[in-house]
Structure formats: structure tokens, C-alpha cells
């Protein structure tokens, strides 16, 4: 019995310490997402304008020990150890990148800039791309007759590195928290708020939201036509699309309940969690595309 209350109290002890949450400044918040931003700065100056990185030899390990230590380790010193000192370690990282591209003696050739750009432009979809010009009120999901067409610029929606970029960085930030957070070494001003307040943790929440959004409308540009295509089968692409996250939420929860691990009832509730939220938005996104017209 006193074996159990032990349990009990130490699992509530560890519910207790990521609840009741006010957040933080929204100034320390950005110096430590700029620190993962300014780091793939200077990863990418030291990439081009030094040979510390030995890419042609296809050298992995030292490659990623390298990448490691560009990308990670400062963001991981921004949330935890330096976290008091993020605005001084973007200095620092911007100092570094401007010493190295003004140091270097190597300049990159047109041939590898030419290269580096067909590599970051490159498209597997070669088709010609057509915007169709349609009035949506007066456009059935069945008939596209009369829709008048025009060639889109094919430049507006290749794939863009600042994008690739961002959701790399939103990525890296999100699992460092996460696996950093039930740690007194993670400060509590950055753990997901409550009622009131703003973290860096409610900003990753946000962030997958706005990056799911940025590259939910490729499909759509590429291929306008889709935008009237019967609900049905939308829905049903939706789903399909959505169904791996949606199996990601399950087995989170079946190993949430298994393992009797700590439950922030007020962040999600007993058993939602992120992962359906990410799974049912273009579910919903697409049943209120449907509903427009009639609102």
C-alpha cells in the first residue's frame, strides 16, 4: 500500500511540474529561435566558403558530428544552460558567419551556384501548370465547363529553401523541448502555458499548425482544379493523408495509459493529444472548405 501512494505521489509530483505555467517574455522567445535560425546561417557559410565539411567524400559520420555541433548544440545551450544569454549567442553566431565569409579565400564558381539552385528549384512534377479562372459562386463541383485557363509562373511555387529552412528549424526546436522540458535544467517559463501567457512551447504548437497550412496549398496551385473536385472524394484524400499522424495519436495514447505515464490534463485533456489535433485539421479544413459557399 505505501508502495502504491508512492507511485501515486510521484506521478502526480511530475504532473505537478509542467502545470500552472504563466509562460514568458516574447522578446526571450524569439532570441532563442533565432539562435536555430543564425546557426543554419552559419552552418551554411561554413559549408560555402570553407572545407570543414566534406561532403564530395560522402564522409557521414564527421559530416554529422560537424552538423551536430552547427546545429544543435547551440540550440540545445538557447533553451537550457545559456537560456539567460540567448540574445549574446546570436551575437556570437553572427559574428562567426561574418568572419568566415570574409576570411575565406573560396568563392563559390557559376557552375556551383547554377547547381545549388537546379538542386533546391528541382520539381519531380515536370507537367505544364495551369491556373484556372473561375467564379466559385457560379461553379458546380461537376462542371468545370467554361472555365477560362492561363499558364501560372512555375517559379512561384517551386519548392523554397527558406521554407524547407523553417519547418528543418521548427522541427529541431520542438524535439529538443520536448525531450528537454521534464528537466529542472529547462526553465518553466518555457513550458506550455495554461490560461494565460506565451512560451516557446505554445509557439511550436503554433508553428506546426502555420507550416501544415503553408504546404497544404501546393497541391492547390500546382493543380487548381482540385479545389472542385466532388466532397467525397476530398474527404476521402484528406483522410488518407491524415491517417499516419492519426495512428501516431492512437499509439501515443494506448502507450500513455500502458505505461501510467503523467497525463497534463489541462493541456489536452484526458485523451486528446498533439497528434490528433495535427491528424483532424484537414479533415476539418477540408469539411469547411465544403461549407464556404453556403456561409
Known sequence: ?????????????????????????????????????????????????????DYASNNIISNFLLEYM??????????????????YLNVILLILTFVIINTSSIKPTSDEKKKK??????????????????????????????????????DDIRRKPFLSAFRSCMMILTCLSILA???PIFPRRLAKTETYGTSLMDLGVGSFVFSSGIVAARPFL?????RFKPFKGQLL?????????LILGFIR???????????????YGVHWNFFFTLGFLPIF???????????
Not at 238 to 245: D, F, K
Open 1 to 53: 500500500m505505501e508502495e502504491l501512494m508512492d507511485e501515486i505521489e510521484y506521478k502526480k509530483a511530475k504532473e505537478d511540474w509542467v502545470t500552472g505555467h504563466e509562460g514568458g517574455s516574447m522578446w526571450e522567445i524569439y532570441f532563442i529561435s533565432f539562435v536555430l535560425l543564425n546557426s543554419f546561417v552559419l552552418w551554411s557559410a561554413a559549408a560555402k566558403y570553407t572545407k570543414i565539411f
Open 237 to 245: 484524400r484528406a483522410v488518407r493523408q491524415a491517417l499516419p499522424i
Open 253 to 267: 495514447l494506448m502507450m500513455v495509459k500502458g505505461v501510467d505515464y503523467q497525463e497534463h490534463a489541462s493541456e
Open 222 to 226: 500546382k493543380k487548381p482544379e482540385n
Open 117 to 154: 539552385k537546379n538542386r533546391w528549384e528541382s520539381d519531380s512534377d515536370e507537367e505544364e501548370i495551369i491556373e484556372l479562372s473561375v467564379n466559385e459562386d457560379k461553379l458546380d463541383d461537376k462542371n468545370l465547363a467554361g472555365a477560362s485557363t492561363k499558364k501560372i509562373n512555375v
Open 70 to 87: 552547427f546545429l544543435i548544440i547551440p540550440s540545445l545551450l538557447s533553451c537550457t544552460l545559456l537560456v539567460d544569454f540567448a540574445f
Open 181 to 183: 522540458v521534464d528537466f
Open 285 to 295: 479544413v477540408t469539411i469547411c472548405r465544403a461549407l464556404h459557399k453556403y456561409i
